[in-house]
């Protein structure tokens, strides 16, 4: 028998021929175990395996529908497609206090209006934080069951017994199996639960939710690990300092991708905005300087939010550019378009670009606003209160239209704002402003 030494991380299992002071997978320290593996056995073992051909499946008599939950929040549904398919696992993730257990409890408390048979596990919260959670959020129900565990058998067990309609795992981090390797929420535990759980929605036809967390990596115990695995990847996105929440679908095997629901932060829980543009424009100064109104795309529907600017003389050699919802690199491109094509001086000032609302915008039909906010501060002039501008620079100082124009203009007219032609905004606007 031919013996072969390994070195196996304990902390994600990862298995390496030599060995090595630090993980390449989880970058975890003198991590790393030695262990020997017989290598006749493994290959003994997988000739012994019975294989038997798979029978495949016609298209035409394939199931091309298949039957949705209702959750009752038109937000929610919005992102899914119309509801949670039956069978299907769904990852909610979304950093620590953001608000990811309380739009799961009310969600729960919708599903048991329709007579449902809801279970809520929690690896994190005792069954009576869950309910001092309910009682504030005004939650009162039957059909909702609580459960604290943490050890993935046990959960199995209870899910066979109780064949609720509907299961909450909050979250995927604290669960863990005693028949895998590797510490509580580490990769390989992660991932063999996820696995589990998911071998048991199909087979019984059980939707799951499982939540997880966001780490700073988003690598080892975020939900990169898992977006592969689950049919649906769904992001809670906000600044917990300020009222306003986004889901946004990253991942949908049963409907279309990166569709947003709009929620409000309230003592009561998650509310849904009817109105976005009304929430993103609210409190709005009169001719404000350093502002311009700009329409952007979430998922399918247009959004008319505020772009802020502000400019000021630097003190120091290097001149600081900050941003807050707009990309970065993106902002240095832009100032190096206005300093080459509308020649403005920005070397020594200053630059910050602030997207009202908390909002992370990357759409770069959005370029456009943030050249006139910018020029508008730097220049102390105004621009009409009921602005909109949208399009993309280009490096030669070309404006484009972008995707889903006429979308753009229809939220706009709708909202009763005024929208300049692309081709003549720069002469009527940008001209006007460097010659003050």
Not at 335 to 352: C, E, R, T
Request: proline share 4%; aromatic share 6%; charged share 25%.
């Amino acid at each position: 028998m031919k013996l072969k030494t390994i070195y196996i991380c304990e902390k994600c299992s990862y298995q390496s021929s030599k060995w090595a002071g630090k993980c390449p997978e989880c970058e975890a320290w003198n991590s790393f175990i030695e262990d020997v593996v017989s290598n006749e056995e493994a290959k003994k073992d997988r000739k012994q395996r019975a294989i038997k051909a798979p029978t495949p499946t016609r298209l035409s008599q394939a199931a091309q529908k298949f039957d949705r939950i209702s959750t009752n929040i038109s937000e929610f549904d919005r992102v899914l497609g119309g509801g949670i398919v039956e069978g299907s696992l769904v990852l909610l993730g979304g950093e620590p206090g953001i608000g990811k257990s309380t739009i799961t409890l009310q969600l729960a408390a919708n599903l048991t209006k329709d007579n449902k048979k809801v279970l809520l596990i929690s690896g994190e919260e005792s069954v009576d934080q869950i309910a001092r959670r309910a009682k504030r959020l005004k939650i009162k129900t039957e059909n909702l069951f609580l459960l604290n565990e943490t050890l993935l058998e046990p959960i199995l067990a209870t899910l066979k017994s109780e064949k609720p309609d509907f299961v909450i795992i909050d979250s995927i981090q604290v669960i863990s199996s005693t028949e895998v390797t590797g510490l509580q929420g580490g990769v390989t535990q992660v991932r063999a639960c996820t696995e589990e759980l998911m071998s048991f929605a199909k087979e019984s036809g059980t939707p799951l939710l499982i939540i997880s967390h966001v780490t700073k990596g988003g690598n080892l115990a975020g939900p990169k690990t898992l977006e592969h695995l689950v049919d649906t990847v769904l992001y809670l996105e906000g600044d917990r300092y300020q009222d306003l929440r986004l889901i946004r679908g990253v991942k949908n095997r049963f409907g279309a991708t990166n569709e947003v629901g709009l929620f409000e932060m309230t003592s009561t829980g998650l509310k849904e905005v009817p109105d976005p543009t009304k929430a993103f424009l609210e409190n709005r100064q009169e001719k404000p300087i350093g502002s311009c109104l700009t329409v952007t795309i979430e998922g399918s529907r247009p959004l008319i939010i505020e772009i802020q600017a502000l400019t000021n003389k630097t003190h120091f050699g290097y001149p600081k550019r900050t941003t807050s919802g707009f990309d970065l690199n993106r902002l240095q491109l832009l100032i190096a378009v206005l300093q080459k094509h509308a020649k403005i001086d920005l070397g020594q000032h200053d630059v910050y670009v602030n997207v009202v609302g908390g909002l992370k915008v990357k759409d770069p039909a959005i370029d456009l606003a943030v050249c006139l906010a910018i020029l508008s501060s730097h220049k102390k002039f105004p621009l009409p209160e009921k602005l909109v501008a949208f399009g993309e620079l280009g490096l030669s100082g070309e404006v484009r239209k972008g995707f889903r124009y006429q979308d753009r203009l229809k939220a706009t007219k709708q909202a009763r704002l005024t929208v300049l032609p692309i081709k003549t905004l720069l002469h009527q606007v940008v001209s006007g402003l460097t010659k003050q």
